[in-house]
């Protein structure tokens, strides 16, 4: 009887790569990808069709969002939780394999690949703690870690499974040229939560208005971000695709506008805070104005985040 279970897909190489290399094991395998603000399932999506395997969407914002906010084991280098988030993913990956009677979840995971999240404590810490000890498989590096259940069952070809370690992605790109996978994204890219810029927005709106309002999540990736004296976020469209979407947020605070000027549109989160916040948006607004930026627009430099 051959292994069944889901697969974590990124659709980045190496996700590409597990999923393959547990079909040569003689596993039947389904992509299953955590979708939330921070990460779409695009990727995931256009490699699961060139793969030909089912792929199932999971929404996993609540749980991400409860992570960003306390995070057990801290953030990586942005306000990206990893490890935790990594846990969880596996850990609702795993209930999932539980309600269907299958046998394992699998990630794309390479031993030393990562320093901080795909070290031999940090997998361990994983495996731990999303409750799946022996039912989780990591083909790329499995010879080098425990066999696991379905392996010592005989469902799944532990001869099949690989060896890699280690940061080179020689071997990566040897095997995605031998399956024929020529799509695929950068190992870094993909969630917001590791981006600098983007980090400083979260952190900032997770220490005024908090993350309670997954609408004022979604906004970070819209328009220019402010944080003014008085304590008013404020949200200027770059674009008019940025400025439409701003327009129907009234809801969510104070739009202003720049009048009879061609320009943007912007939202006071909440509304002012401050007759003086106000007064500093309308400069904000009109320096972005096509023919009525007047001014310097050094003069708010220290309240934009990005
Ligand atoms: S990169 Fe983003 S989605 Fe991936 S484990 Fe880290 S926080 Fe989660």
Request: net charge neutral; proline share 4%; glycine share 12%.
């Amino acid at each position: 009887m051959n292994a069944r279970g889901f697969s974590l897909m990124s659709g980045g190489l190496d996700s590409q790569l597990a999923v393959k290399i547990l079909q040569l094991a003689g596993a039947e395998v389904t992509g299953i990808c955590f979708e939330t603000p921070f990460f779409k399932a695009a990727a995931a999506r256009k490699a699961a069709s060139a793969l030909g395997v089912e792929l199932l969407v999971v929404d996993f914002t609540d749980d991400e969002l409860a992570l960003v906010e306390n995070p057990p084991h801290g953030f990586g280098g942005s306000m990206n939780p990893c490890i935790d988030c990594h846990a969880a993913m596996i850990r609702r990956a795993g209930e999932m394999m539980k309600e269907r009677g299958w046998d394992f979840v699998s990630t794309g995971e390479v031993m030393g690949q990562r320093p901080m999240s795909q070290n031999r404590q940090s997998l361990g810490i994983v495996e731990r703690s999303s409750g799946l000890a022996g039912r989780l498989v990591r083909p790329l590096s499995a010879r080098l870690l425990d066999p696991t259940i379905p392996e010592t069952e005989g469902k799944l070809d532990r001869s099949k499974l690989l060896d890699i370690h280690g940061r080179s992605r020689e071997r990566q790109i040897a095997l995605a040229a031998e399956f024929g996978i020529v799509d695929y994204p950068s190992p870094a890219g993909g969630c917001k939560l590791t981006e600098e810029a983007y980090g400083r927005k979260l952190k900032d709106l997770k220490e005024h208005e908090g993350l309670g309002t997954r609408r004022l999540v979604e906004l970070l990736a819209v328009g220019r971000h402010f944080r003014l004296p008085d304590g008013t976020g404020l949200i200027v469209g770059r674009d008019r695709a940025d400025n439409g979407v701003l327009s129907g947020e009234a809801a969510l605070g104070e739009l202003l506008d720049s009048g009879d000027l061609p320009g943007p549109t912007a939202l006071l989160i909440g509304g002012a805070k401050s007759d003086g916040d106000r007064e500093l948006a309308r400069r904000i607004v009109l320096s972005y104005t096509k023919g009525g930026g007047v001014e310097d627009r050094t003069f708010f430099a220290s309240w934009h985040l990005c």
